[in-house]
């Protein structure tokens, strides 16, 4: 079961903050992100194991609502380098890696 | 830094040939991953194993093959190359982690174009 992410797109200014939320519709074991830049490969940012679990990764956070089968991630003071698209990843039904189908986020100067 | 690998990195090739993209980590990881994705676009799982001798389909629907012989070892085959099956590919693995999932290197890809 593909997890839902949203929003689809983020534009934002160097400084501001987003959120970008990751939900399913089946319980959730765990939940994972990952970065992707244009032309590369996913680079893992964090894994939320438990419920109520955050994780912070520079200006980048997470949370992990276990009840309400969803994650949320956290960009503080964005940067330049926080462009690319957000991917959150969960286990599928046969316990292999499914990702939602991203958001795109774009930090202008 | 992912010891994780694929070639070729670019394949240009003609309809109806046979192709093998290759992927190999040096973690000894027992789960391996090929995704589908086109450019800008989501990661679509097609294929997936657990370890030797074990490979299932993803979600999605994939005309190609993948073999798991050796544990470092996750070759992905199209046996007669389409149009349709230009994209790229990505290759990856992580550790086995109970209900959930330990975190997952990726290749650097495989960008396919069939002609």
């Known amino acids: 079961q593909q997890p839902v992410q949203s929003p689809q797109a983020v534009i934002l200014r160097e400084g501001e903050d987003a959120v970008i939320n990751c939900s399913s519709s089946?319980?959730?074991?765990?939940v994972h992100w990952y970065r992707q830049k244009h032309g590369e490969a996913p680079v893992f940012l964090m894994i939320?194991?438990?419920?109520?679990e955050q994780k912070g990764h520079e200006k980048i956070s997470a949370s992990f609502n276990e009840k309400k089968q969803q994650s949320s991630l956290y960009l503080t003071a964005s940067q330049l380098s926080y462009s690319g698209t957000y991917f959150c990843?969960?286990?599928?039904?046969?316990?292999?890696?499914?990702f939602g189908k991203g958001t795109k986020l774009s930090v202008k100067p | 830094e992912a010891d994780i690998y694929q070639t070729p990195r670019y394949l240009v090739i003609g309809t109806g040939k046979k192709i093998t993209l290759e992927c190999s980590q040096t973690m000894g990881h027992d789960k391996m991953y090929w995704y589908q994705q086109d450019p800008g676009m989501e990661l679509h799982l097609i294929h997936y194993s657990y370890g030797v001798n074990s490979t299932e389909k993803g979600d999605l629907s994939s005309e190609s093959t993948v073999s798991r012989i050796r544990t470092e070892h996750f070759p992905l085959t199209l046996e007669s190359a389409r149009p349709s099956h230009t994209s790229q590919y990505l290759c990856?693995?992580?550790?086995?982690?109970?209900?959930?999932?330990?975190?997952?290197?990726f290749g650097q890809g495989t960008r396919l174009t069939v002609v």
């Open positions: 990843g969960t286990a599928g039904s046969q316990g292999n890696l499914i």
């Open positions: 089946k319980a959730l074991y765990s």
């Open positions: 990856a693995s992580s550790e086995r982690a109970g209900l959930g999932l330990a975190e997952a290197f």
């Open positions: 939320l194991l438990k419920g109520g």
